[in-house]
């Protein structure tokens, strides 16, 4: 048996009514998934703890560095220009973690379908398959941005840490960031679909934001060839800019090479992303392989 | 018509063992299975490992961290963070695996046909971490020899002292893995609360720096885990490092750790293990 594809035929426009019907599809498919959230309430036990209990192995780490008389942390200074370690800290492992969460979560949405044995059975639906990604990014979205402010708050009750900046910009740049996180979640789902076991792959991602973008280091430190590497990855922008605008009052001119790049990247890998998703679905369907486990 | 019996078959102490080196086998076999897993093992303590190089370099001048040394008595910070995360390794093979391999056996539903064998259950639990502690060894080596190279790892001790000072704190490990892997019968599931635990726990018991180091109110949560002792006796053996007690009465505080966590252990599973069965709910996950 084959699916039907939702696919406009050349020439064909998608009516007013199409186009509402999409939306409708793409909030009952997020409500689904809002219901799992809700269904296993021990998701806010982790967006409580996990905030705090992160970062302080690097913040811990650091504090023995610096030595009981500060002069590890006086070098760091020189050597950095920064002299607030905490916050620094504190921003580099909350961006790792959101790019974590959401390789586990939004890279494995469809995989789950497939566990669960409903992927086949929805793929059938007369709707826009993309929705079916698209829904649990907007679910995703919504408990990352609670868990940053959660992590925010925490870091100033239990680490001291200030930011200082302007919080405007600090939305602004977690909303440019977004297209690029969400981006590479999407085209990792569409990989995980095929490749089935992805554990290694997530590990692997992940590992390259820990090594290249600095999570508690100033990539400066990094030899000539790391540094260059690391310039093509977003998360590297999204560190360096979240760090100035939070804790070093940085205004949006002096920001506005980060966004741009940033910008540049959301386009890249949400473009990379539906590619993906489109090729995986073409695969799978003639594989006859999308309800396969 | 002659009536054909089939003697019981006889449990001495060399069925034991052929059940613990069974156990053992597949779980090498399973292993093998996936290649993938192996590379990934040898990787994931590198990833971890180089944001942190990269920290230590930026408190250091020409590699030598003299603020931490006035709390650990070494300067050499990444050799005392490659000692933690070896000991973790191992740490977390006893400490958790016997669990989780009972609720991998849960959820494959082999658990229930395990149970009814003749083999004596803390039998199957030991074998389950047979395979994993000869992987640890061999993935530690090479973590060892790829992190020296790439960033160096000089021990000025005595390795077998240190290699001996371990023994106690792993078997002593072995109570605790079974009392867990006892709580993962009754709950059937513990996993993020076990994430957060463990995470937690390599946190205060010092893998990644000495206990001096801690601010004074955290100081007491390091200083109650027994795995910071264990730890720290390790260190001081291998890297001379600056050990919060004597190194004689911290080994010796492992082996009375040792021989009380075993005890317990082997207790608490029984009592989990026989009301778990009353209940009908081994085969359930």
């Known amino acids: 048996m084959t699916t039907t594809s939702r696919a406009l035929a050349p020439g064909q426009v998608r009516t007013a009514e199409g186009v509402l019907g999409e939306?409708?599809?793409?909030?009952?498919?997020?409500?689904?998934?809002?219901?799992?959230?809700?269904?296993?309430?021990?998701?806010?036990?982790?967006?409580?703890?996990?905030?705090?209990?992160?970062?302080?192995?690097?913040?811990?780490?650091?504090?023995?560095?610096?030595?009981?008389?500060?002069?590890?942390?006086?070098?760091?200074?020189?050597?950095?220009?920064?002299?607030?370690?905490?916050?620094?800290?504190?921003?580099?492992?909350?961006?790792?973690?959101?790019?974590?969460?959401?390789?586990?979560?939004?890279?494995?949405?469809?995989?789950?379908?497939?566990?669960?044995?409903?992927?086949?059975?929805?793929?059938?639906?007369?709707?826009?398959?993309?929705?079916?990604?698209?829904?649990?990014?907007?679910?995703?979205?919504?408990?990352?941005?609670?868990f940053m402010l959660v992590s925010a708050i925490e870091f100033g009750v239990f680490f001291g840490v200030r930011f200082n900046g302007n919080p405007l910009l600090v939305i602004l740049l977690i909303a440019v960031s977004a297209p690029s996180v969400y981006g590479l979640g999407i085209a990792f789902a569409s990989v995980v679909v095929w490749l089935k076991e992805a554990h290694n792959f997530?590990?692997?991602?992940?590992?390259?934001?820990?090594?290249?973008?600095?999570?508690?280091?100033?990539?400066?430190?990094?030899?000539?060839?790391?540094?260059?590497?690391a310039v093509f990855l977003p998360q590297t922008y999204m560190m360096r800019a979240i760090r100035s605008a939070a804790l070093a009052n940085a205004t949006l001119s002096d920001l506005m090479p980060d966004i741009i790049a940033l910008?540049?990247?959301?386009?890249?890998?949400?473009?990379?992303?539906?590619?993906?998703?489109?090729?995986?679905?073409?695969?799978?369907?003639?594989?006859?392989a999308i309800g396969q486990y | 018509m002659a009536v054909k019996t089939f003697p019981l078959p006889v449990i001495t102490w060399r069925t034991h063992l052929n059940a613990l080196l069974m156990v053992a086998k597949k779980d090498w076999q399973h292993f093998w299975r996936y290649p993938l897993n192996a590379f990934s093992s040898l990787l994931h303590p590198l990833i971890w490992l180089t944001p942190v190089y990269f920290m230590g370099q930026a408190f250091s001048v020409d590699g030598k961290a003299h603020g931490f040394a006035a709390y650990s008595g070494t300067t050499d910070y990444i050799s005392f963070v490659l000692v933690g995360m070896v000991l973790n390794n191992y740490v977390n093979t006893v400490f958790w695996n016997i669990g989780f391999a009972m609720k991998w056996d849960m959820d494959s539903g082999v658990l229930e046909s395990n149970w009814l064998t003749p083999a004596a259950r803390p039998i199957l639990l030991i074998g389950r971490t047979l395979t994993s502690l000869l992987v640890t060894t061999l993935l530690s080596a090479a973590l060892l020899l790829v992190a020296g190279l790439l960033f160096g790892f000089r021990p000025t001790g005595d390795v077998l002292a240190a290699a001996?000072?371990?023994l106690p704190l792993l078997i002593g490990l072995y109570g605790f893995g079974i009392a867990f892997a006892a709580l993962v019968l009754l709950m059937r599931d513990a996993n993020s609360v076990v994430d957060m635990t463990s995470y937690l726990v390599s946190v205060f018991s010092g893998q990644q720096f000495p206990a001096q180091s801690l601010p004074r109110?955290?100081?007491?949560?390091?200083?109650?885990?027994?795995?910071?002792?264990?730890?720290?006796?390790?260190?001081?053996?291998?890297?001379?490092?600056?050990?919060?007690?004597?190194?004689?009465v911290e080994v010796g505080m492992m082996t009375i750790f040792m021989g009380l966590m075993i005890w317990l252990g082997l207790r608490v599973f029984n009592q989990i293990e026989r009301k778990v069965r009353q209940r009908g709910t081994l085969g359930q996950h």
């Open chain 1, 23 to 146: 939306w409708g599809a793409l909030l009952a498919v997020a409500r689904k998934e809002w219901l799992y959230v809700r269904r296993y309430p021990s998701w806010v036990i982790s967006l409580l703890i996990w905030p705090v209990i992160f970062p302080l192995a690097y913040i811990l780490s650091a504090r023995a560095l610096s030595g009981p008389d500060q002069s590890g942390l006086a070098l760091f200074i020189a050597r950095t220009g920064i002299s607030d370690y905490l916050g620094f800290i504190a921003i580099g492992t909350t961006v790792w973690m959101w790019q974590n969460v959401v390789l586990w979560g939004v890279g494995f949405a469809l995989r789950n379908e497939q566990w669960r044995g409903t992927l086949e059975t929805n793929w059938m639906a007369p709707t826009w398959r993309f929705t079916f990604l698209l829904g649990p990014s907007l679910v995703h979205l919504a408990q990352m941005l609670i």
């Open chain 1, 202 to 229: 997530v590990q692997m991602v992940r590992g390259l934001v820990m090594i290249f973008c600095g999570i508690s280091f100033p990539i400066a430190l990094l030899p000539g060839w790391m540094q260059e590497v």
């Open chain 1, 263 to 288: 910008l540049g990247f959301g386009a890249f890998f949400l473009a990379a992303g539906y590619i993906l998703f489109q090729w995986t679905e073409r695969r799978a369907r003639r594989a006859g």
């Open chain 2, 164 to 166: 001996l000072a371990m």
């Open chain 2, 217 to 248: 109110w955290l100081m007491p949560v390091s200083l109650i885990l027994p795995l910071t002792y264990g730890y720290d006796a390790v260190r001081g053996l291998l890297l001379n490092t600056r050990t919060l007690l004597p190194i004689p």
